[in-house]
């Protein structure tokens, strides 16, 4: 049974905030967000606030220059925004720059390429007021994206602050899935900036760490096999012996995180399968980590293993190679002596540098029974060279998958479900949506929408209450102008509307989960390009009335108009009157000699309104002085009565009997 479709307005990521609605109303989302093209770096930004007006200085540090051996970025470049203002002059390069800022909240854009030398990403940013005090301070790296052929390199940023003053182990260890990797190399810093130490290569060296102070962990490993993967963990900890106070493990090339599950204090089994989709896997290898050190042994092929966790946030990564036919999948699950699994998901794999794209969704099914998929392609910009979905439950794959947009029944228990997907886009990029629900009901247990291609960029928003909203894009220009630039609105598998252009258009939203999906094709010599996206409660369309108290009258004569409008903010007359009018109101017209249509067109925030009446003017009866000429047509009806009447007397004359005198 098909499902019915739903409407309402839009849903998508996979990566920003859910925005609250209430009342009926959402706060304006006024943000920007930069983007770039396939092969250059994924931009990064970082949000601050002013609280006092005045002059400050933003400085732009490459970290990659303090590595052992130093790995500049190629470029980089950085702009402040308020809105979707650009603040001050925009950096062309590592350095320090001043800007004016009033009190509120600014983003910083950073977009860039990574240099050849492995460890080449890494920056600082700090940002000081005219004393010299810092009013923020940020790190991150400027990679490609993973969603490219996977980099041989694998670059691990994070933070730490110890309580306790004192020597601490830093340690890098290797662990060996698949093998051991090429280059491994780790620095520390003071956020911001301040080399602390560095370690050349795998191994551990002590380090004097001081409380309070926030560092910053910069670490590279690197992996020259075909097909590039690796793993490695870094680990810091008091010297004599504790808790640690860093540790986290980072995958190289095909290795990729599955997921962070938070365990307890009770025995874990790792179930790791092949599901075969369309055909077995070449190589499937997975571990479990903690603090950057592993907790099973590595595991190849479909295996189980058995270990004690403890309260503790663990993480659980896998190398997963497809064989000839291109695309494949497995299933990954932490299952518990006791409760439910903590992990419990498949995962769609592609060959690395391949046409075809893998992703994989999980959600939750409420209750055992028939669901129905609904997998829609957009074709915007252009139709999917080939799609096709799985949905796969505790290990196995459900029903038959789909191998083109369109909706397929499956049976599917209460608990976790992954959806599998693989898409081969058309040129310049394509667009699907899917949508999950229990067979006959309009409500759906997940929905998503997503951009295949670098010109993808999609906004999730979270509507709660009916209503209509607006959504307006623009392009700031930062590092320079869009080619392209479009918004469309999507909820699961459903469009709802699209704009080509910068620029704004209403929805109708009813409760749920929506995507603005944004198409945005970069221009300059960067690659990259700045957008301001704005989605606000719409105003409510005006609202107007208008109607005469006849609506026909003799030539000369005038009528009455009596008009009304609701959320205008200005009304003007046309046609047989003109000019400004009021909101409501009532207003004699001029002397009517031939029939004449009134209009009122009334503007407000939401748009206009317009109403039209039409007066007409009767024949004007003959005057008694004069002599004027009677109309043909009145006298041929009065020889016609004469002639009815003459014969009317005959007739009776004939009937009447004699009288006689007496």
């Not at 694998?154 to 306790?164: C, D, E, L």
């Not at 307006?472 to 080509?500: C, E, K, M, W």
Request: hydrophobic fraction near 40%.
């Amino acid at each position: 049974m098909l499902r019915p479709r739903k409407s309402g307005a839009l849903l998508i990521a996979a990566c920003w905030g859910w925005l609250a609605v209430a009342f009926g109303q959402i706060p304006p989302l006024d943000q920007v967000h930069t983007v770039a093209a396939a092969d250059r770096a994924v931009p990064v930004e970082y949000t601050f606030n002013i609280a006092t007006a005045g002059t400050y200085q933003i400085t732009l540090t490459d970290l990659g220059t303090q590595l052992p051996l130093p790995a500049p970025l190629a470029t980089a470049k950085l702009a402040i925004t308020s809105g979707s203002s650009i603040v001050g002059t925009p950096l062309s390069a590592p350095g320090s720059a001043s800007f004016s800022a009033t009190p509120g909240a600014y983003v910083i854009h950073v977009v860039g390429q990574p240099g050849a030398v492995p460890g080449s990403g890494p920056f600082g940013i700090t940002v000081t007021d005219a004393m010299q005090n810092t009013v923020a301070s940020f790190s991150g790296t400027l990679a490609l994206p993973q969603t490219l052929v996977p980099s041989n390199e694998g670059v691990q940023t994070g933070s730490f602050v110890v309580q306790t003053n004192g020597s601490y182990q830093v340690s890098l260890q290797d662990l060996g899935l698949p093998a051991n990797l090429t280059t491994l190399t780790l620095a520390i810093t003071i956020q911001g900036g301040a080399l602390v130490t560095t370690l050349p290569a795998m191994g551990t060296t002590s380090v004097a760490l001081q409380s309070g102070v926030t560092y910053d962990v910069f670490a590279v490993g690197q992996s020259t096999a075909t097909p590039a993967a690796g793993l490695y963990g870094v680990n810091i900890a008091p010297a004599g012996g504790g808790t640690a106070v860093y540790g986290a493990a980072t995958p190289v090339g095909a290795v990729a995180l599955i997921g962070s599950p938070t365990l307890k204090g009770q025995n874990y089994t790792l179930k790791v399968s092949d599901l075969s989709i369309p055909s077995a896997l070449s190589q499937l290898q997975s571990v479990v980590t903690l603090l950057g050190q592993p907790q099973t042994p590595l595991l190849n092929g479909t295996r189980t293993t058995s270990f004690a966790g403890t309260v503790n946030t663990y993480q659980a990564f896998a190398l997963a190679l497809p064989s000839a036919a291109g695309i494949g999948g497995f299933a990954m699950a932490l299952v518990p002596a006791s409760g439910p699994a903590p992990l419990d998901v498949s995962r769609a794999v592609s060959a690395p540098g391949g046409a075809v794209v893998a992703y994989s969704y999980d959600t939750q099914i409420p209750n055992n029974g028939s669901y129905a998929l609904d997998v829609a392609d957009f074709a915007v910009p252009a139709q999917f060279t080939s799609l096709s979905v799985a949905a796969a439950q505790s290990g196995a794959v459900l029903g038959t998958p789909l191998q083109a947009a369109g909706t397929t029944n499956i049976t599917a228990a209460a608990g976790p479900l992954s959806l599998l997907v693989f898409v081969q886009p058309g040129t310049g990029g394509s667009l699907f949506g899917i949508d999950l629900g229990a067979s006959g009901s309009p409500n759906e247990v997940f929905a998503t929408t997503q951009g295949v291609g670098q010109l993808f960029s999609a906004q999730p928003l979270n509507i709660v209450a009916a209503g209509s909203y607006k959504v307006t894009v623009s392009d700031v220009g930062f590092p320079a102008s869009f080619q392209n630039l479009a918004v469309i609105v999507t909820r699961g598998a459903n469009q709802l509307g699209s704009i080509f252009v910068s620029g704004n258009f209403p929805f109708t939203a009813t409760p749920g989960n929506y995507f603005v999906n944004i198409i945005a094709q970069p221009g300059g010599s960067d690659g990259a390009g700045t957008y301001a996206l704005n989605v606000v409660s719409a105003p409510p369309t005006p609202v107007v009335t208008l109607s005469s108290d006849q609506s026909s009258v003799s030539s000369g004569a005038t009528v009455n108009l009596i008009w009304t409008s609701q959320n205008a903010t200005a009304c003007n007359a046309s046609g047989g009157w003109s000019g400004s009018q009021p909101l409501n109101g009532t207003k004699t017209t001029s002397a009517i000699t031939s029939a004449t249509t009134y209009t009122l067109t009334c503007t407000g925030a939401g748009g206009s309104a317009v109403k039209s009446v039409k007066v007409a003017v009767s024949a004007a009866s003959g005057s008694s002085g004069g002599g004027g000429a009677l109309e043909p047509d009145l006298l041929i009806l009065l020889l016609v009565l004469v002639l009815l009447r003459a014969s009317a007397v005959t007739r009776s004359s004939r009937k009447m009997p004699t009288v006689r005198d007496s």
